[in-house]
């Protein structure tokens, strides 16, 4: 036993240091990657429960824990992303014969940690440490989307503090709050001569809340439906202009991004002691983003002069994205239970908003996972996935509408792009683990 209390103690170390340093760089804006069992199964059924790190998109589901259980998950997300100039971008023909970019997407790793702690018979607490939103992407320059994509990096740092109760054998409630940090620094082409750019970076704090329900109907069917609210997410920071003639709002600036609420559905059914189904139904209001304007500290709106004077804006305009799941998941033997499901992600990024910093589109999911209990009151989770994205376009022109042409330069291309990720957990009860650990739920 003091071997695994040491191994297990070492690996608990570990996953909080990995939490503590890693940076929360991702390939896309919103970050689903917060379980290694969740992604499993494509996410399937997760707002119902099954891992502690269910608490994510539902607090209720912790009262399906007993005693003190911790769960540290790490994520690495390798995207690609190819793009490629078409007929009509300005850059890309004479006198500039820019061309595109191999690769704008780099390998990230996404950290997160639970642990649940029951109180009493019923009553819990919990605590999930995340990266909810991030993006991670690098440019050569020059490039022929120069003026719509250049180096960015979007970190975010979410605590999540929560209390759940169980009503009684068929009903339970939890509910949280959210405190985010968020740091951002992009970069953007400005004339068509390399050198010439805007760098907005900034940092700063937002908060919110999270809820949610289960309910067990029957025995074996568990539904849960769980909420994370929306986040204006306030940053602070400073503006950068080059080259230094031109007429500019240099300095300090400020912003509020309108992050989403998102809603999750969830079902699982046990038909017998080795096979269960589940499935997910996810919405995110990301239509409130709209446009995000970008301030001078007077209020008065940042602007640059080239050719006219603009304000300096980031037009997202994104739609609602919807994602939909269904996984099975089978235990082999009492130590390895496997399981696998697919996806299908309606983004929120359309053709007419699209940009190449990020050529979202819709996507299917394939995924495959295990659990492996390496204890009495310790397993790990891993799970991989592939994410076929439909190819994406993008059509920044004055005959196209999006809302970031610039007014003078176009840019046309197309994107082939695909993402893999490969998740792992170490999940540990600790009250099993060492017995003389307090129990103030044991009578």
Do not use: C
């Given at each position: 036993m003091?071997?695994?209390?040491?191994?297990?103690?070492?690996?608990?170390?570990?996953?909080?240091?990995?939490?503590?340093?890693?940076?929360?760089?991702?390939?896309?804006?919103?970050?689903?990657?917060?379980?290694?069992?969740?992604?499993?199964?494509s996410f399937a059924g997760v707002a119902a429960g099954g891992a502690v790190s269910s608490m994510f998109w539902n607090p209720a589901t912790l009262t399906q824990f007993k005693g003190i259980v911790?769960?540290?998950?790490?994520?690495?997300?390798?995207?690609?992303?190819?793009?490629?100039?078409?007929?009509?971008?300005?850059?890309?023909?004479?006198?500039?014969?820019?061309?595109?970019?191999?690769?704008?997407?780099?390998?990230s790793w996404v950290p997160s940690g639970y642990t649940s702690y029951q109180l009493s018979p019923d009553l819990w607490l919990g605590l999930g440490i995340n990266a909810p939103f991030g993006l991670s992407v690098s440019f050569q320059d020059?490039?022929?989307?120069?003026?719509?994509?250049?180096?960015?990096?979007?970190?975010?740092?979410?605590?999540?503090?929560?209390?759940?109760?169980?009503?009684?054998?068929?009903?339970?409630?939890g509910v949280g709050v959210q405190a985010q940090y968020a740091s951002i620094r992009q970069t953007s082409g400005l004339l068509p001569t390399p050198g010439s750019v805007v760098i907005l970076d900034g940092k700063g704090w937002g908060f919110g809340a999270t809820a949610g329900v289960t309910f067990t109907p029957w025995a074996n069917t568990t539904?849960?439906?769980?909420?994370?609210?929306?986040?204006?997410q306030d940053i602070s920071g400073t503006l950068a202009v080059t080259p230094n003639t031109l007429p500019a709002t240099r300095g300090s600036v400020e912003t509020t991004i309108n992050l989403p609420d998102i809603v999750s559905l969830g079902i699982r059914h046990r038909f017998d002691d080795r096979w269960t189904v589940m499935g997910t139904a996810e919405w995110s209001?990301?239509?409130?983003?709209?446009?995000?304007?970008?301030?001078?500290?007077?209020?008065?709106?940042a602007t640059i002069t080239t050719t006219a004077t603009n304000a300096v804006t980031l037009p997202l305009q994104y739609d609602d994205g919807w994602f939909f799941s269904a996984g099975v998941e089978y235990r082999w033997?009492?130590?390895?239970?496997?399981?696998?499901?697919?996806?299908y992600e309606i983004s929120p990024i359309t053709d007419q908003v699209r940009t190449p910093r990020l050529p979202d589109n819709d996507r299917f999911w394939a995924s495959v996972g295990l659990s492996?209990?390496?204890?009495?009151?310790?397993?790990?989770?891993?799970?991989?996935?592939?994410?076929?994205?439909?190819?994406?376009?993008?059509?920044?022109?004055?005959?196209?509408?999006?809302?970031?042409?610039?007014?003078?330069?176009?840019?046309?291309?197309?994107?082939?792009?695909?993402?893999?990720?490969?998740?792992?957990?170490?999940?540990?009860?600790?009250?099993d683990l060492e017995p003389s650990v307090k129990k103030p739920f044991m009578k």
């Open positions: 003091s071997r695994w209390v040491s191994l297990l103690r070492a690996g608990t170390a570990l996953g909080i240091l990995i939490l503590a340093t890693a940076q929360a760089n991702a390939g896309g804006f919103a970050i689903r990657e917060q379980s290694a069992y969740g992604q499993g199964t911790s769960e540290n998950d790490v994520t690495a997300i390798l995207t690609h992303a190819q793009h490629t100039p078409q007929p009509g971008s300005t850059l890309a023909g004479a006198p500039f014969f820019f061309g595109g970019e191999s690769n704008s997407g780099e390998m020059p490039w022929a989307g120069r003026n719509y994509a250049g180096d960015t990096t979007v970190k975010t740092y979410n605590a999540n503090p929560t209390i759940a109760w169980r009503v009684n054998d068929w009903f339970s409630i539904i849960g439906l769980g909420w994370r609210s929306a986040i204006n209001n990301w239509s409130r983003i709209g446009t995000v304007n970008i301030n001078q500290l007077s209020g008065a709106p033997t009492e130590r390895l239970t496997v399981r696998g499901g697919v996806g492996w209990k390496i204890a009495p009151f310790a397993h790990f989770d891993l799970a991989y996935t592939h994410l076929f994205i439909k190819d994406p376009n993008v059509n920044i022109s004055a005959a196209s509408g999006n809302p970031s042409f610039n007014g003078s330069i176009s840019y046309i291309g197309t994107v082939d792009a695909h993402s893999d990720m490969i998740s792992g957990a170490l999940v540990v009860r600790f009250d």
